[in-house]
Nanobody
Framework: QVQLVESGGGLVQAGGSLRLSCAVS????????MGWYRQAAGKQRELVAA???????NYADSVKGRFFISRDNAKNTVYLQMNSLKPEDTAVYYC?????????WGKGTLVTVSS
């Protein structure tokens, strides 16, 4: 059974940094990409950042230059380094694994940025 467990969320002041981690356990035959999405209160879930199996990264315009995604294949873990955080970054952040057969999701970790 595949599980995605996020960690690293919390409360931070504007301008601060947080690092999210997502540990993937279980067997996934093939992975297209691993990424992070977020959902703020009253808004739709949106892509924050993703990294393909080939190492290509993709970022939402709102986080470019501030957030950085990386993955450790040996540990089956994907990270999101978030710098210069803004109150508008406040959301529940979800880890995602995109495979040809299924989309896997974590339960989410809350990030709150105070002004």
């Amino acid at each position: 059974q595949v599980q995605l467990v996020e960690s690293g969320g919390g409360l931070v002041q504007a301008g601060g940094s947080l690092r999210l981690s997502c540990a993937v356990s279980g067997s996934i035959f093939s992975i297209n990409a691993m990424g992070w999405y977020r959902q703020a209160a009253g808004k739709q879930r949106e892509l924050v950042a993703a990294v393909t199996s080939g190492g290509t990264t993709n970022y939402a315009d709102s986080v470019k230059g501030r957030f950085f995604i990386s993955r450790d294949n040996a540990k089956n873990t994907v990270y999101l380094q978030m710098n210069s955080l803004k109150p508008e970054d406040t959301a529940v952040y979800y880890c995602n694994v995109d495979s040809p057969f299924w989309d896997y999701w974590g339960k989410g970790t809350l990030v709150t940025v105070s002004s």
